[in-house]
């Protein structure tokens, strides 16, 4: 049911379906949660973190216009982004429940599912500040972030219709194994930015195995894209939309590596590469899950 459900195309004269609703409101959040990402790197990056000192308002009000600056507003702006995002994943779970008999039977459960990832996201946001920046909560907050973003492209791309070509070959599994490796990664750059390990490491010795620990973890993580990324040029045969991906899949991790590089060498001192390199690992995790998606679907399809 769900796959004849994913590929019905919409009838001429019709002007929606629910799954182009839902399907248009995923990628509205998918979009807004990278959004949110980047503006949450640019408040570490520029020591914003507790500009903010209570939550959930800011200096007790809902706009604190006498407090705003520069980092009150990257604090309050990432509070209100996060806000929106909470209300539209009700709004995707409600449209998912009053439209369950047109659509797969399994999106109510993984809009519940996104729910709960972002509400769980929202309570380590309120942490962060609560327990000063403690970094085992800062980088368990990004790290959720990460899997609430994973799970809109998934869903997003689940609903999206797909001509399976049954080419895929092993792509699917190496595909995941190169997302859960950059995923690791992003979790290990995420432990260097919250423990400050990068500047520590330069001051002195102290943190440098973390610091090491994310270098080391490039290569992995390296290997397995360009992995994904030959297998899918080397199969002429392949969807024109997973070609297109892997091409992506390449040119931002050509990216990710020249920020990673720019940005150790000048010692973090230039926040906009700092604030890059996250949003583009965290662009390169969205690519590689949306091949693998797509990936399995095809597998599935041309069983």
Known sequence: MANSVLNQPTPAGVQWQPQDIVRGLVWKIAIATWLLMAVGSATRVMNAGLACPDWPLCYGQLIPAAQMNLQVFLEWFHRLDAA????????????SLFYRS???KWLPIASAGALFLIVFQGVLGGLTVTQLLRFDIVTAHLGTALLF????????FMLTPYEATGNTGKLAWVSSIAALLVYLQSLLGALVGSRWALHQCFGSSELCSVMNSHIIGVVPATAATLTVAIMAWRQPALSANLRKLGNLASVCLIAQLVLGLATFRLHLQVEPLTVAHQAVGAALLGILVAFSVLSWRDRVLSA
Request: with cysteine; net charge positive.
């Open 149 to 156: 973003f994973c799970a809109l492209l998934i869903i997003g």
């Open 102 to 104: 047109r659509l797969p």
């Open 84 to 95: 929106a995002i909470g209300c539209l994943a009700i709004a995707l779970l409600a449209l």
